[in-house]
């Protein structure tokens, strides 16, 4: 009897409980979502104000572009171009050399972008994945080579190239970053991260030779590697300014920084060709990040987990 009675009453008393430890949960979840809501909260502005930093100079530039010459530095500043016009550009196109500019940038990276690609691409596979004497030694003078500025070499390399007649234009803008050590570095951390000796020793077992064991295994596997590195030679080789003025005498073999750089060291200060020489400039990049932005992201993500 006692037993019987006191099982209905222990019952309530259980679901009370549960109730109020139900009751109890969501108010402590929410108070442990609290923090999150707010670090997120944090994290979304500070992208935000980022993005407005690097943002802001190419809608200005963009703006002043599309501006007569006198209403760029108007005051209060105006995004919005009142009257708009087209003379910026007009008047860039043909009164300056700006094709044989723009020529001359596009050739030379695009052609050191894919001889830096492939000549580092093979460097870091020798690195990573064969073994020969002095191996060690050569890779850390590779690597200690990354802290050598390059205004270092900058006049070494000038003599050099002078004095063996190698001074022409399209040679010399492309020698330089043909084989930087970062992108030899690069590749040799991704083979060995990402390519196993068992697939290289599987494709030499059914007689690959070595150069086909690259170009039929290894190179399509770089393929995330290979797209971020190539963004970065470009990027490099199309906005260097220090070594095209050094090698570079004739103002008609220029690139576009040099050029753009003598229209804003005019004596009128030419501001309003310079920003619209700047708009045109800035497309080429972003076409190459647009095109290879998916094998960039991979390479960044393949590059910052191991494993």
């Given at each position: ?34 923090p999150a809501l707010v670090r997120r ?267």
């Open positions: 009897m006692s037993t019987t009675a006191s099982t209905p009453t222990s019952s309530p008393a259980r679901a009370v409980t549960g109730a109020a430890a139900g009751g109890r949960r969501p108010s402590r979840a929410h108070r442990a979502d609290a909260g944090l994290l979304y502005a500070t992208l935000l104000a980022l993005l407005v930093v690097f943002i802001a100079p190419l809608v200005w530039a963009i703006s002043g572009s599309f501006k007569q010459r006198g209403d760029i530095f108007a005051t209060p500043p105006s995004l919005i171009p009142d009257p708009a016009t087209l003379e910026n550009y007009r008047n860039l196109l043909t009164t300056q050399p700006f094709w044989s500019w723009f020529g001359i940038s596009i050739g030379t990276s695009t052609i050191s972008t894919t001889v830096s690609v492939l000549v580092c691409a093979m460097a870091g596979y020798g690195f990573a994945k064969f073994r020969f004497r002095g191996k060690r030694i050569l890779f850390a003078i590779m690597f200690s080579s990354l802290s050598v500025p390059f205004a270092v070499i900058l006049i070494p390399l000038f003599v050099l190239v002078v004095k063996s007649g190698l001074a022409n234009p399209w040679f010399a803008l492309i020698v330089p970053w043909v084989a930087p050590a970062f992108g030899i570095f690069m590749m040799q951390q991704f083979i060995v991260q990402a390519i196993p000796d068992e697939l290289i020793e599987s494709a030499r077992i059914d007689g690959c030779s070595e150069f086909g064991t690259f170009r039929r295994v290894v190179l399509p596997l770089l393929r995330p590697s290979l797209g971020a590195l190539g963004v970065w030679s470009f990027l490099q080789s199309y906005n260097s300014f220090m070594w095209p003025l050094v090698i570079i005498s004739d103002s008609a073999q220029y690139t576009l920084p040099l050029g753009l750089n003598i229209l804003y060291a005019s004596e009128n200060r030419s501001y309003d060709l310079v920003l619209a020489g700047a708009v045109l400039a800035s497309i080429p990049t972003i076409l190459v990040f647009v095109l290879l932005r998916r094998q960039l992201l991979e390479g960044l993500v393949a590059g910052a987990v191991k494993g």
